[in-house]
């Protein structure tokens, strides 16, 4: 299928994706009875309270839940009972659908909107449960009324919320995946027109068709939803329709997927690119048999005839590696038993790979833009003034003099300090929060600020260093940081970070600010016989990070890290750099600093941070969607920018928190102005100060999206 952000072209939308857009959403908020969108005339959503009338009942909606694969989701009632349902909308816009089109797909879409068995047994085959099928006669919308457990979480949430799953995890999805392809490749299936056919193919398997629910017990069950056959009557013509999907096609999707949550991601961050299952460095080493199965059904061997066959396969695998295997595990997950051996076709795999580009038959390196990863951005309170229960009062609260911080209060936000407007937020309220910073006694443990919530001085702090607080503080996470390791950076050929390849790794850091590596080509020859000059920033937070995350806050490595290491500003470092170069000098030096010091220059190059795996860059060139090489001109800071994913996994980024008393005898001024703070607006400030919002944003903090709220 063609990327979301190529559907819809017709309308001038500022995301360049309609159906992701907010705009609509807000235009059906702020004007009562708006059917389309202010900014570029795409159907709106659909109003709370809204009627749609059915052949088994009338449905009111209650919430705009989010979008999945090609349609709307909104949480409604049976007014006739009470019961509550889910409510897919899919969408015909007329300026994407002529009269005749849109018709024939209403028509279709009544009559396959959802399967039953043929017989009307009532069975659990982890399939998404349809009630009815509806089109609207005269507007431009359809709606597939859904019950059940349809407000589970997606496997794409899952992922990016949990990380990877183990191996005994993918094997439970795995078998669950394929009794629910056996049942729906080999059942006799009802039709809402009540035409009956034996099996159908799903065709549209991946991580947000799939459904997890954990159970209360703590095991967790999968959900298909989505089926291609009504899903896809919804594809605008202009966009090539999709072929009309075979079984094992079935088998190589749900393939695919098991081997995303094996690998905790789909993206490959070194290239931007979907994962490759060809690329043997991709795949985790805790279960050969495991990655042997998936590989035939993925169709690297020999194919499956069927689910039935692949699932008796599956139950008769031998256990994982258990030396190997991963420590997280979903709870109450159960191991299959798997009494039988498989031949080791160790030879044959390696000559598939080198064949693959021939086996790997199906559309395969495009690059497409989740459907569903702007759905927590559109949950999110718009702006300030619809944060509700603000209490009255000054709440005066307090961070590390140096911190981070500490620095972005003084930054500039549309020609206004971030400090002022985040004094008085909520212009209706009589909420002041005042910021009065304090400094710690013990510059490698920077906690005063703690110190001064637990004692009653402060009524929060706002702070990363978390790892020890008492169970009489909350916390809550309202943006992340993180920091970047610059080496000197210019045009010559030779300079360090294109030798480095625009990447160093974890344990090549800690030896560097250790001083066991002191001279570049300790790390590899190819790199320039030039002396390292390792130099670290002055903010006790940052050094604190660093010593954490990289140090493992070992005493030795610590105690060498302030013997061995300068401290120095992170400016006068940069400018440091410079002089060097202009002077026509090769430069060891090497440095870190938080991202809102130093992802705006040029002088130093941040490096991508690698942690036994690839090696992760959270910056991205804007024009091209891909993470920055040495090659990229960083001097042009608006062609850059930190990818929310993406920094998700990179190794040097953490939270950071709104830290605040339990005790109710206390105004919750810490938990409202974090609340304050993960609004729409308060993200947008973030971003625009150099910290990283929770979630992603349509584009980048300098979009609509942050342009559209006050």
Known sequence: MASFESFYQEYPCSYNSPLNCDRPFQTAQQMKGAKFCLECGFLATLPQEAEIKGSQGTYQIANFIGVRGLGRLYSAVQLKDKQPVIIKEYLLPNRSFNESETQKRKETFKRVGGVSLADSRIQNFRL?????????????????????????????????????????????????????????????????????????????????????KIE??????????????????????????????????????????????????????????????????????????????????????????????????????????????????????QEIKKPLSMPLLLLLILLL??????????????????????????????????????????FTYTGEKDSTWSFVLTQLVDSSRLRDLLTRPKSDATAIFDYKSVLSSNINNPIQSLEEVQTNKKDFAITSLVDNITDKLAKEAVAYDGLLVFVAFNKRDSNLANALRGQINLEQLRQIYTGKITNWQQISSKLPDLPVKPFAPTEPEAISKFQQIVLKNAPQDEALFAAKVTKLDTTKTQNLIRSETLDGRSTGIISFGIISKTSSQCTGYPLAIADGNSAIQPLFQKRDRRSINPSDDLCQHDDYYVDVTTFQSYPLGYPIFVVYPKDSNRLLGGSTFAQMLTTRQGQCLLGKVGLVALQPMPDDIKSYACKSVP
């Open 128 to 212: 998404v449960e349809t009630k009815e099928a509806i089109a609207d006669q005269k507007g431009e919308r359809c709606y597939l009324i859904i019950q059940g457990i349809e407000s589970s979480q997606t496997l794409g949430k899952y992922l990016i919320e949990k990380g990877a799953m183990t191996s005994l995890d993918v094997r439970q999805v795995l078998n669950q995946g394929l009794q629910t392809l056996q049942f729906l490749h080999t059942q006799k299936l009802r039709f809402p027109s009540n035409q009956i056919q034996l099996g159908i193919t799903h065709g549209n398997i991946n991580l947000d068709s799939t459904l997890i």
């Open 353 to 394: 790979l080198l064949l693959g580009g021939g086996i790997w038959y199906w559309l395969w390196g495009r690059k497409t833009a989740s459907p569903n990863q702007y759905i927590q951005w559109s949950r999110l309170v718009r702006n300030f003034s619809e944060v509700p229960n603000v209490p009255s009062g000054q």
């Open 216 to 333: 209360n017990n703590q095991k967790f069950s999968i959900y298909f939803c989505d089926l291609a056959i009504w899903e896809n009557l919804f594809i605008p013509p202009i966009i090539p329709q999709p072929a009309s999907a075979r079984p094992e096609q079935d088998l190589e999707s749900l393939g695919l997927l098991a081997f995303y949550l094996w690998a905790g991601r789909t993206t490959n961050f070194s290239s931007n690119q979907l994962l490759d299952p060809r690329d043997n460095q991709q795949w985790p080493d805790t279960d050969s048999h495991l990655k042997q199965f998936i590989y035939r059904l993925i169709g690297l061997e020999t194919l499956f005839e069927s689910a039935e066959a692949a699932r008796q396969a599956l139950l008769e695998l031998p256990q994982e590696d258990r030396s190997k295997s991963s420590v997280r595990s979903l709870p109450g997950s």
